[in-house]
Nanobody
Framework: QVQLVESGGGLVQPGGSQRLSCAVSGFTVSSYTMSWYRQAPGKERELVAVITSTGGSTNYADSVKGRFTISRDNAKNTVYLQMNSLKPEDTAVYYC????????WGKGTQVTVSL
């Protein structure tokens, strides 16, 4: 059974850091293109970062480039999103997505950036 379980969300102050995890079961993360999306209240879900299955190339939304880093640990079958220099506008529910022949989504983890 395929499962994507996000964790690591919570409340963080502006300028702080946080690391999100997406633990995967049912397939190997290295064989799927893995990505992080986020959805803020009243806004559409947007792509934040992606890491490809072949070669592990990464790409980022302009709004997070230079601050966020996506990575994967094949041994732990987990994908991470390291978020630095967080801003209030980064507040959102963050979702993990996997795509190969079909797509899978996690249920999300809330990140709140506030004093």
């Amino acid at each position: 059974q395929v499962q994507l379980v996000e964790s690591g969300g919570g409340l963080v102050q502006p300028g702080g850091s946080q690391r999100l995890s997406c633990a995967v079961s049912g397939f190997t993360v290295s064989s799927y293109t893995m990505s992080w999306y986020r959805q803020a209240p009243g806004k559409e879900r947007e792509l934040v970062a992606v890491i490809t299955s072949t070669g592990g190339s990464t790409n980022y939304a302009d709004s997070v480039k230079g601050r966020f880093t996506i990575s994967r640990d094949n041994a732990k079958n987990t994908v991470y999103l390291q978020m630095n220099s967080l801003k209030p506008e980064d507040t959102a529910v963050y979702y993990c997505r996997a795509v190969r022949y079909r797509e899978y989504w996690g249920k999300g983890t809330q990140v709140t950036v506030s004093l």
